[in-house]
């Protein structure tokens, strides 16, 4: 994704999680003073890769019926969609979250519990795929956290 594009998707975020009932909660000006605090110089790439990462998370966090949709859907990258590429940086945003990895792992339970089909069982094997290579990552999680599951 170009930075341009970044840019756009972050805005759209930031908008959507700064809104209510269609209305901004937060001054339009303040989106460019929220990304340079929180995230560093726009312009950089990495900067609006951070943001990406943090507002997808908080997205999914903040709009979470059902721990399976982690599985399914939020979580669901697939190498054809725009957000693959920032897989890994999602993830660790979303298990920045305290009970994060735990959402993550009843999420598997009730794929486990309620029978879960061919499809789920490959998004639930991708996510634990991706799930492993953060176990490097300091304070991240212990991987034998997910035998338990």
């Known amino acids: 994704m ?7 998707r972050v805005e759209r ?21 929220d990304i340079k605090k ?3 110089d726009r312009r950089y790439k990495k900067t609006w890769i951070l943001a990406l ?3 997808e ?3 999914s966090y903040d709009t979470l019926l059902d721990s399976s949709l982690l599985i399914t859907h939020y979580l669901n990258f697939k190498p054809t969609q725009p957000l ?12 920045e979250y305290k009970n994060g990895l735990d959402l993550i792992l ?6 486990f519990r309620d029978g879960c ?7 639930i094997d991708a996510l634990l795929g991706l799930l492993e290579t953060r176990k490097a990552l300091p304070g991240a999680f212990e991987f034998g956290q997910l035998a338990a599951a």
């Open 106 to 111: 009843q999420g598997i339970r009730t794929l």
């Open 57 to 59: 998370a908080q997205k």
């Open 13 to 33: 975020l930031w908008t959507s999680l700064h809104s209510w009932k269609g209305e901004l909660t937060s001054p339009p000006d303040e989106f460019g003073m």
């Open 84 to 95: 693959y590429e920032y897989r890994f940086e999602i993830l660790d945003a979303f298990l």
């Open 117 to 123: 089909a061919h499809e789920e069982k490959e998004s």
């Open 38 to 40: 929180q995230f560093g």
């Open 53 to 55: 990462a943090r507002y």
């Open 2 to 8: 170009k930075i341009y594009e970044l840019k756009k």
